[in-house]
C-alpha cells in the first residue's frame, strides 16, 4: 500500500477522522496481531459457548415447538416454551422495552462489555473468520501489513471456506423463521419450489461475506447504532478499558538503562546495582506498539477513550505481556472506570443506575403479569356487516354477530357460549360448538335475539361467556342494536321467512 504520509501532492488532514482511514481517504486495511492472555481466553470461551447456543437452539423443542421460532407468515412467536399471536403486541412491547432497559443498565454499568464479549460481529469475525484468515494467509495474517501477499491458491481456499461458513449461518438464520424441518425439506427440494427462501438465502450469505471480507470493522466504527449511543450511555462511573496515563507517561523507547532501571525498581534501595534516575524522565509505557498492533479497529489506546474501542480487551492482554516481560506490574492498560483513573472512589449505584432498575422492574414486572394473567384463548366479538338489526314477526330484535376464537393452548379445546346477562336474550351459534386445534383461529356465526321491551334507546348490552371444555376463557360485552321506539319496530318488522330459530 502506498504510504500517502510523504506524498507531496496531498495536504495533511487537519484532525484525526477515522481509525481505519489513510491520509488520502483510502481505507487503512488492519491486520490486528493476536495477543494471548486471560481475558482472550476467556473471550474465546464465551465466543464458542454462544456459537453453540446460536446453532442449537433452533433444534431444541420445548412443549413441542421449537425453543425459538418467529414464525411470520403464520404471525406466531415461539419464545422459550411461550407462544405470541398477533394480539400479543403488548406483550411483545414490554419484553422488547424490557430488552432496551436492560441493556442501557449493562451499559451503563459495564460499559461496551457487550461489543467486545457478546456481539456477534466481534464473535464472529474474531473467533472464527480471523482465525481462519490467519491459518490460511500464513506469517502474512499474523499482525502487522503483509510483507507479501499470501499464494493465490491460499485466498481462494479461504475465501471457500468463508462462503461455507456464511451459507452455515444463514441457513442457521432463516431456521429462526420456518423451523429446521421446513429448512431440511427445502433444502432436499430445487430452489424453483421455493424462490423466495432460495434468494434470501443467496441475498444474506452474500451480504456476510462482503462483511467477512470487505466490511469488517466499519460495522463497529460507522455503521452500528449502539456504538454511537455510547456517549449518552456511558458516564464517569461506568467500567472502560483504559490506559493508565498518570503510569505510563511520559512514554519512551526501552533503552538498556531503562530496562535495567525498570527489573531494579521493585528491589529494595540497598539492593539496587543502577539508580533509577532514569525513571523519573520515563512512566512505565515503553511505546513498544504492541497494543496498537492488536487493536482489531486499530486505534491507540493511549490517546484516551474512543468510540471506536469494542471493548475487547486484546490491547489488555498485549500490554502486561509487555509488563511481565521488563519487570513491571500488569495494568498499564486495565479495566477501570474514568473516576477511579481521577484517584476518586468509583460509584456502582448511582441515579441512572437506579432509573434504569426501577424502569426494568416496573416493565417487567407487568409483562410478567400480563403474561401469567392471560386467557388461553382469544375471543373477539364482530359485528356482522349490513343492516345492525332485524325485527322479526314474534316482534323480537335480532343482532347477527361473528365471535373469533384463538385457542392459544398446547391442546385441542371445544368452545361453548353463552348470553349470561341480562335474562331472556337467547343465543344460538351456526355450526355448533367449535373444535380448534392448538394455535387455531376460526370465527363463528352468533344469532343474538331479545325481546324489544329490554332494550333502552335501541341499545342491549349481553355479556357472553366463552367456555372450553374446562373453565371460563373470555368474558365478553357485545353491544345489541334494535329500534329506538315500538312504533319504529313495527315499521321494520320482517316478513316470516327471516325468522331464525335460536337454538339456546
Ligand atoms: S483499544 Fe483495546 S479494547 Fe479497545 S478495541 Fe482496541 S484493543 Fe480492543
Ligand atoms: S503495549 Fe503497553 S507498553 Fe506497549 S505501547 Fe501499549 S501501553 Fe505502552
Known amino acids: 500500500m502506498t504510504d500517502t504520509h510523504d506524498n507531496p501532492n496531498l495536504l495533511p488532514p487537519e484532525e484525526h477522522v477515522l481509525s481505519t482511514l489513510e491520509h488520502d481517504g483510502s481505507r487503512r486495511w488492519l491486520y490486528p496481531k493476536l495477543s494471548k492472555g486471560p481475558y482472550l481466553f476467556w473471550r474465546r470461551v464465551v465466543a464458542w459457548a454462544l456459537i453453540a447456543i446460536f446453532t442449537v437452539l433452533p433444534f431444541i423443542k420445548i412443549n413441542g415447538q421449537p425453543a425459538i421460532l418467529l414464525d411470520i407468515l403464520r404471525r406466531e412467536f415461539h419464545i422459550f416454551g ?114 423466495i427462501a432460495f434468494i434470501f438465502i443467496f441475498a444474506v450469505s452474500a451480504a456476510l461475506m462482503f462483511h467477512a471480507c470487505v466490511f469488517r470493522e466499519q460495522l463497529c466504527i460507522v455503521a452500528c447504532p449502539y456504538g454511537r449511543m455510547q456517549s ?21 523507547k526501552l533503552g538498556k538503562k531503562k530496562r535495567q532501571a525498570l527489573q531494579e525498581k521493585s528491589k529494595p534501595e540497598t539492593e539496587r546495582s543502577v539508580g533509577l534516575d532514569i525513571l523519573q524522565l520515563h512512566g512505565d509505557c515503553i511505546d513498544c506498539g504492541e497494543c496498537v498492533a492488536t487493536c482489531p479497529t486499530g486505534i491507540d489506546i493511549r490517546q484516551g477513550l474512543q468510540l471506536e474501542c469494542v471493548g475487547c480487551a486484546q490491547c489488555i492482554d498485549a500490554c502486561d505481556t509487555i509488563m511481565n516481560k521488563i519487570g513491571r506490574p500488569k495494568g498499564l492498560i486495565r479495566y477501570t ?53 332485524v325485527v322479526l314477526e314474534s316482534g323480537d330484535i335480532l343482532n347477527q354477530m361473528r365471535l373469533k376464537i ?76 334494535g329500534p329506538f321506539t315500538r312504533h319504529n319496530a313495527e315499521e321494520q318488522n320482517e316478513p316470516a321467512n327471516t325468522e331464525r330459530t335460536p337454538q339456546s
Open 82 to 195: 411461550v407462544t405470541f399471536l398477533p394480539t400479543d403486541t403488548f406483550l411483545l412491547a414490554l419484553l422488547l422495552l424490557s430488552c432496551f432497559l436492560g441493556i442501557f443498565m449493562v451499559t451503563a454499568l459495564f460499559g461496551r462489555v457487550w461489543c467486545g464479549w457478546g456481539c456477534p460481529q466481534t464473535v464472529y469475525m474474531e473467533f472464527v473468520f480471523r482465525p481462519i484468515e490467519r491459518f490460511f494467509d500464513g506469517r502474512a495474517g499474523l499482525g502487522g501489513k503483509p510483507g507479501k501477499p499470501p499464494a493465490a491458491w491460499r485466498t481462494f481456499a479461504k475465501y471457500v471456506v468463508f462462503y461455507a461458513i456464511c451459507l452455515h449461518l444463514t441457513h442457521v438464520f432463516l431456521a429462526y423463521f420456518v423451523g429446521v424441518e421446513q429448512l431440511f425439506q427445502w433444502s432436499l427440494g430445487s430452489p424453483l419450489n421455493h424462490p
Open 232 to 252: 449518552v450511555l456511558l458516564d464517569d462511573s461506568s467500567m472502560i478499558i483504559s490506559y493508565d496515563e498518570s503510569r505510563g507517561e511520559p512514554r519512551g
Open 337 to 389: 472506570s474514568q473516576q477511579a483513573l481521577d484517584g476518586k472512589a468509583g460509584r456502582i449505584l448511582r441515579p441512572r443506575v437506579f432509573v434504569y432498575a426501577a424502569l426494568l422492574t416496573v416493565v417487567f414486572a407487568a409483562f410478567l403479569f400480563a403474561l401469567t394473567n392471560r386467557s388461553m384463548a382469544d375471543v373477539t366479538p364482530i359485528r356482522e356487516k349490513g343492516r345492525p338489526f
Open 406 to 481: 384463538v385457542n392459544r393452548d398446547r391442546v385441542p379445546h371445544t368452545y361453548t357460549v353463552e348470553a349470561s346477562e341480562p335474562a331472556g336474550v337467547m343465543l344460538s351459534m351456526q355450526g355448533g360448538s367449535p373444535t380448534l386445534e392448538p394455535g387455531e383461529t376460526k370465527s363463528v356465526s352468533i344469532d343474538l335475539r331479545a325481546p324489544f321491551e329490554m332494550f333502552t334507546t335501541g341499545r342491549l348490552d349481553v355479556r357472553l361467556i366463552v367456555r372450553d371444555d374446562e373453565q371460563t376463557v373470555a368474558e365478553e360485552v357485545f353491544q345489541m342494536k
